[in-house]
T-cell receptor
Framework: DTAVSQTPKYLVTQMGNDKSIKCEQN?????MYWYKQDSKKFLKIMFS???????INETVPNRFSPKSPDKAHLNLHINSLELGDSAVYFCASSQEGSGLWGEQYFGPGTRLTVT | AQSVTQLGSHVSVSEGALVLLRCNYSSSVPPYLFWYVQYPNQGLQLLLKYTSAATLVKGINGFEAEFKKSETSFHLTKPSAHMSDAAEYFC????????????FGKGTTLSVSS
């Protein structure tokens, strides 16, 4: 059973298009995250949601909009894609406040290539 | 503010040799510290974590790390490298506050030769 899943795994699209990445976790966690890994493999937080409430919203262009329809899902919609958006996007989840502080489980990643 | 520095972007060892990957952190409050491993084209897998219990932490695949407050370090070690250990390793830190994100170091690529 996959704990944190993402779709699609690969996404190739042209500049200016709008695309979405979906994330689902079946761990019963209450917090979900989006991280971006650039071409140098540097990982940086973009957003986090705790019980469907936006907690972290880093300095990310407003072309990026997360949506959490329920605690098990966190989607990422990107408008007007640019070349610089090419990266691997990782979804993660954790259960906070239960003695399991900080143990985040990561999805397999979505490799976005903008041409 | 919290930050993580991984010394050495690339470490090469022979199979059977000691693995030592260095991580230093900066934090104004007691941190939680983690090591993650990333195999090619895969997601991140937690190796081990320090959350203010024992300072010597044992993880999966024979790895361990020691939290040294005086040195602000959390180095990762493994007594004997295996070819399957070749991967990217990330040290990360976070606050002990709900919903806060992991702050990652830049990663260390471990190569293992036969």
């Amino acid at each position: 059973d996959t704990a944190v899943s993402q779709t699609p795994k690969y996404l190739v699209t042209q500049m200016g298009n709008d695309k979405s990445i979906k994330c689902e976790q079946n761990l019963g966690h209450d917090t979900m995250y989006w991280y971006k890994q650039d071409s140098k493999k540097f990982l940086k937080i973009m957003f986090s949601y705790n019980n469907k409430e936006l907690i972290i919203n880093e300095t990310v262009p407003n072309r990026f909009s997360p949506k959490s329809p329920d605690k098990a899902h966190l989607n990422l919609h990107i408008n007007s894609l640019e070349l610089g958006d090419s990266a691997v996007y990782f979804c993660a989840s954790s259960q906070e406040g239960s003695g399991l502080w900080g143990e985040q489980y990561f999805g397999p990643g979505t490799r976005l290539t903008v041409t | 503010a919290q930050s993580v520095t991984q010394l050495g972007s690339h470490v090469s060892v022979s199979e059977g040799a000691l693995v030592l990957l260095r991580c230093n952190y900066s934090s104004s409050v007691p941190p939680y510290l983690f090591w993650y491993v990333q195999y090619p084209n895969q997601g991140l897998q937690l190796l081990l974590k320090y959350t203010s219990a024992a300072t010597l932490v044992k993880g999966i695949n024979g790895f361990e790390a020691e939290f040294k407050k005086s040195e602000t370090s959390f180095h990762l070690t493994k007594p004997s490298a295996h070819m399957s250990d070749a991967a990217e390793y990330f040290c990360a830190v976070r606050f002990n506050q709900a919903g806060t994100a992991l702050i990652f170091g830049k990663g260390t690529t471990l190569s293992v030769s036969s």
